[in-house]
Each structure stands twice: as C-alpha cells, then as structure tokens.
C-alpha cells in the first residue's frame, strides 16, 4: 500500500494542466482559474478622494485651533469641486474628488459647522482622511496572476479596474458513475439489502463546487462488461472519469478488473483509514479515479486527494490548510494506517464523533475538520494533532 504522502504526490506529478481558455464575464468566472495575468490600465483610486465625510481644506504649517473657515462649496462622491482658495473649506462626503488647494479632510465630528462657516476644533495633519490616487492598485500593475482560482474578492477586484469579462480556463469534464447493485436513487422504495446512493449527489456537489462540468452515468450494475464498456465511453468525452465502489478485492468489485484487464491501472490501494480502496489511473486520454464505495471513505478520498489532483489539472496547487490542536481524546492502538478522524473544533480542542465507522455520514455532517492520527502512533489526550478544516472547501 502507498502511503498518503507518497500517493497524493504521485497523482499531482500525474496531473496534466489544461490549457484551453475562454473568456467569460465576471458574473460567470466564481470559481474558475484565470489563464493569463490581469494587469490594470488605471489607478484604484483614479484620484485623490475624501476617506470619510467631513470638510476638505489646506492646513498651512502652523495653524492652532480652532480655527474658522468659510464654506465655498458642497462635494457629493461622483462630483467634481471648484479649487479652493487658502482659507477656504468645502464641505465633503466620503469618495468625492480632492478639490485642487486642498490637502486634508478635518473629521465632520471635530467640527462645529454653520450655514457659510465652518469651525475646525481639531486641524488634521497634511494628508490626513485622504485616499490617494493608486493607493490600491498602481497603473499597468499585475493585480491578478496566472492559476489563481477565481473568488469573491478577486471578482470585486477586476471589477474595481474596470474589467467586465476574464480569460479562464475552460471547466473540467468529469464523469460520475456509481457502481453496485445495492444502490437505488432517493425516491425509490427501499426493498431489502438496498441503499440509497447517497455518493452520487455528495460527489456531484464536490465536483460542481470546483466548477466542474459532470456527465451523470447513475448507478451501474455490478456487471464486468457493462462496467467495461461504460468507463470507456466515458472516457470518450470526459478528462476525468470518476467511479464509487467495486475497487476492492470481492468478487463484485469489477472495476477493478475492467482496470487491471486493459491496462488501466497505475495506482491502487491507500494506507489510509477511511479510504484504503482507491485506483488511479488512466482510461485513454482520460484521467481514471476509482473511489471506495462507503461514503465517508469516498468523501475523505475525495477531499485529500482528488480535489488536490482536480485543481492541479488546472494549474492550482492548493490543498486544505491544516493547523495544530490538543487532542480531545485517546489514541491507544497504533495501526499501519494514517487515521482522518471526523471531529468538531470546540473550546480549542479536536473532539471526535463518537463513532468513526467509514459508513456514518452523518459524523462528515457533524464534523468541521479532519484530525490526522499518523501511521504506527498512539495519541494523548492533549497531544498536538494535525487538523484539516472543512469548512474551508466553500472558499
């Protein structure tokens, strides 16, 4: 069995970047990889503007206070003011223009205003509430590099330069299928020794969180050549062909023999808990994962491997940030196995779910992390632990 580490390294190095692109507008890029840097044409600001509403006026080198200006003017954000005269204020709300002749903004709350006057008790400093031009982002400055996945702050981003549409790279083609004569769809009746096939619709949700575009095959029966048949036809018109279940050794798991029959296979079996059954390899020109059929074991391979795998294909290298914890609770028996054990960050510490069986959805639900138990270890309660934060696969 391959080790995690040793695993998740092999699949990166497997990863073939895309290199198709299209332009898509900004209200259709969340998500997506930018192909080319973005570089701005204009300063952010375009012009020195009021950081706050108060009164815009020249503070010469020495002024005590308070001193009285006469207010010449009113400046609203999107308008343009006259120049002041020395000694002259004008009255100006946050985002407007700099008059020319001014160079500070006094706060609205130290100053006592009238009808024609205004009387400044606390005279800023030169420069001070004021925005300059560039101050965020310089002209013909890279704002936005090649690779980078595409959020909510990187779209206000290229929106504040002025940019309506980006060039990204072109979605992922994945296709989904489900194997096993034991599932049936939500819906459906549950007759005896069926289940429903609740990796299809937690996978889909995975895969369509990174932006990718899936071809649904459903549930497959557990039949050698039709499972044959169906990942080579997936593989026609996909980059990635993803399949749950029948990677094992029973005598049901045919994908495991479709793979090793044809030649599929490059990788196959994990020293982790959950997930020890996982196949990598490729069908064609596409890309073959084959996950474990229990759902946490498919949700963890999935989100420890192929997200990482799926986001190199398209140029992110980017896996879970992880940071360190006591541990809420005992370890006592070491395996041969790097341990994921779904727990739920409180009062500082990692405390488990209660039971960490590979078929219990319901603790991927309750958890809001992963604490790694590392192979051949015992764990103290209070010893440091390894924490993978879930929450951070919606950012």
């Not at 369509?208 to 593989?235: K, N, S």
């Not at 045919?254 to 196949?279: C, D, N, S, Y």
């Not at 409180?346 to 991927?364: D, F, I, K, R």
């Amino acid at each position: 069995m391959l080790t995690v580490d040793l695993a998740l390294e092999q699949l990166l190095a497997a990863a073939r970047p895309l290199t198709d692109c299209e332009t898509v507008p900004l209200t259709a890029a969340r998500g997506r990889v930018l192909a080319t840097p973005l570089t701005s044409s204009i300063d952010v600001p375009a012009f020195d503007n009021s950081a706050m509403d108060g009164y815009a006026l020249h503070v010469p080198d020495f002024a005590a206070p308070p001193v009285e200006y006469p207010l010449t003017q009113r400046i609203a954000a999107g308008e343009v003011g006259i120049p002041l005269a020395p000694g002259q204020a004008a009255r100006i709300l946050t985002g407007a223009p700099i008059p020319p002749g001014a160079n500070a903004v006094a706060m609205q709350e130290d100053c006592i205003a009238g009808a024609e006057t205004v009387h400044v008790n606390v005279p800023p400093r030169r420069g001070q509430n004021i925005r300059l031009a560039g101050e965020d982002v310089a002209r013909d400055h890279v704002v936005l590099a090649t690779g980078l996945r595409l959020r909510a702050a990187e779209l206000g981003l290229a929106a504040a330069i002025g940019v309506p549409a980006l060039s990204v790279l072109r979605p992922l083609r994945v296709a989904l299928l489900c194997t096993g004569n034991e599932l049936v769809e939500p819906g459906t009746p549950l007759t005896p020794g069926k289940i429903y096939n609740s990796n299809r619709y937690m996978l889909r949700a995975l895969l369509e969180d990174l932006g990718c575009i899936v071809t649904d095959y459903g549930i497959v029966a557990d039949e050698l050549d039709l499972t044959t048949r169906l990942l080579a036809e997936a593989a026609q018109d996909n980059d990635v062909v993803i399949s749950t279940g029948g990677v094992s050794v029973g005598e049901e798991d045919h994908v495991r023999a479709a793979l090793q029959t044809h030649e599929w296979l490059a990788l196959w079996k994990i020293a982790m808990k959950p997930g020890k059954p996982f196949a990598f390899g490729r069908i064609g020109e596409a890309d073959f994962i084959g996950l474990p059929g229990n759902p946490v074991s498919s949700f963890a391979t999935f989100v420890l491997l192929v997200r990482p795998f799926l986001l190199a294909r398209l140029g992110v290298y980017e896996t879970l940030p992880h940071l360190w914890l006591p541990a809420g609770f005992s370890r006592n028996r070491a395996i041969p196995r790097r341990e994921f054990l779904r727990v739920r960050i409180e009062h500082g510490l990692a405390v488990p779910y209660p039971n960490q069986s590979s078929g219990v959805l319901t603790s991927v639900v309750w958890a809001d992390a992963f604490a790694v138990v590392p192979e051949h270890s015992v764990l103290v309660e209070g010893d440091p632990v390894r924490i993978f934060q879930l929450s951070l696969l919606d950012h």
